[in-house]
């Protein structure tokens, strides 16, 4: 396993986790200023900038894009909206190329609201991911299927551990071109009897394309903004990560938190300054 | 599939649904007086009573007890705790016995506290249960391993998962002697892309010991009081009963609903009066 000590080039920084609070281009400045290799910018910030003058700013500080965020979600309830969330994913796969991004981050979607039937919205998901798939290649953007934890099946991903998103990534795309993978966070697949097994057909596949660590807290209150920074909860970290680099990553680690009640509430810099203390010592 | 319309002798109630708000013998009463076959008491009830004088109750009222709430976590920093788990576990098994409960039912403890290692509880929490075979045994009482949702993955339970529950079984239990078996409970398992086919393995190793229904509000907001009442959530309940049965459960359905906010503020009666109509109309 790599040693990130002193290796914050290996590391990158999910925009996500310093709250969205000012604009996309001073966060960028601040990441690079704090000697990351890396940066996830999420779309509500690139597309309330300048894409172009985005991109430019962050090939030029050489931050590598480590994942552009996120998909509109899939599954819908009519033939029309279906066709829209398919329109504003190639929309946002065309901005993640211009940005440089090493894939485009695919957060699935849930059920139809009103819908019991999660059958329906896995082939929904299959359907979108597969007209994708062109637009995928067209740009040279892999598409990277991020397991959601199973509490996020009914509201926001109906793929749920990474064996799941394997078996979709192979179905769509069986002669394994680069063009589909996985995105592995810890949050989502920690808990996980067979994380290892996983992990490794996963690599097997050549299929890891972004590896994100945060934590999970023992007792946790809030099911979305309550993600720990690493070392402040439950996942063998170090573990995770061996058996990712053991089954072929060698991309950049990202941190990725969603913690309203914390670290969105502090100074971005100290925020940064934590998150590479981390990344070098606990993770 | 079982018509459940005018059975409701096919349908048990765990006390939790009422919130342990009285003494367990008026619950016993509420329950057999709506009509209900089945009733699944908790320990702290049973241990605030009489032990055989509730049994007598829930006898005379032809009442099956459809589970025993619930074992004691088995995880622990040392081997002192870990024993005085297994005592307390032993003791409430006899106490199953006694009320004459169909299984004991095993929520097997999370992480221990302050520790990373998920492989070390699991681990615990299979010597554990090879302990409490012999006591299982000895009183007739299976034990019925319940996965919960991996959302309580480190403060509540490492077993997360059908399939890991039947692995668990089969491990410690190859003779398939009747002795363990799994409490499918859809809060903690509809998400589960491999639900299916995990709900056919356990039915046809022939462990299928307990069926719990609620469910699983779109938005949910307490990780652990927002359980939902049958119909009001995502969960295609019908179609869980039907791969349970078709798997060969003939037991009762029991419904267990933990939701502060709501069902654990009305009166008892009307509680039960609303889930004898939905057991029969949308499970």
């Given amino acids: 396993m790599r040693n990130l000590q002193g290796r914050l080039d290996l590391c990158s920084i999910n925009t996500a ?4 609070r000012e604009p996309l281009n001073q966060t960028i400045d601040r990441i690079a200023r704090a000697g990351f290799g890396g940066i996830a910018p999420w779309r509500r910030e690139v597309e309330a900038g300048d894409l172009a003058q985005l991109a430019r700013q962050i090939k030029s500080l050489d931050l590598t894009v480590t994942g552009y965020c996120r998909s509109t979600y899939l599954p819908a309830a009519t033939t029309t909206e279906f066709n829209a969330n398919i329109e504003a994913n190639r929309a946002a796969i065309r901005d993640a190329a211009v ?18 039937d999660v059958q329906d919205a896995r082939s929904q998901v299959i359907d979108g991911i597969e007209i994708l798939l062109d637009t995928a290649r ?15 099946a009914a509201n926001r991903a109906v793929v749920n551990t990474i064996a799941q998103a394997v078996q979709i990534c192979e179905a769509v795309d ?3 071109t680069g063009v589909i993978g996985v995105a592995v966070d810890v949050y989502h697949c920690w808990w996980d ?11 097997q596949a050549g299929r890891i394309l972004a590896y994100h660590v945060c934590d999970w807290m023992y007792e946790t209150g809030d099911m979305l903004l309550d993600r720990g920074m690493m070392g402040d909860g439950v996942i063998d970290l170090p573990s995770v990560r061996s058996c990712v680099e053991h089954a072929g990553y060698n991309g950049l680690v990202e941190t990725e938190i969603f913690f309203a009640q914390n670290w969105w509430q502090r100074d971005p810099d100290k925020v940064l300054a934590i998150c590479a203390e981390r990344l070098q010592t606990v993770c």
Same sequence: chains 1, 2.
């Fill in 17 to 20: 986790t310093l709250g969205h």
């Fill in 99 to 116: 940005l440089g991004a090493q894939c485009f981050v695919m957060v699935v979607g849930g059920l139809v609201p009103g819908s019991r």
């Fill in 138 to 152: 067209e740009y040279g953007v892999p598409l990277a299927l991020e397991p959601l934890h199973p509490m996020y």
């Fill in 174 to 176: 069986p002669a394994r």
């Fill in 193 to 203: 009897p067979e994380l290892t097994a996983s992990i490794a057909a996963v690599g």
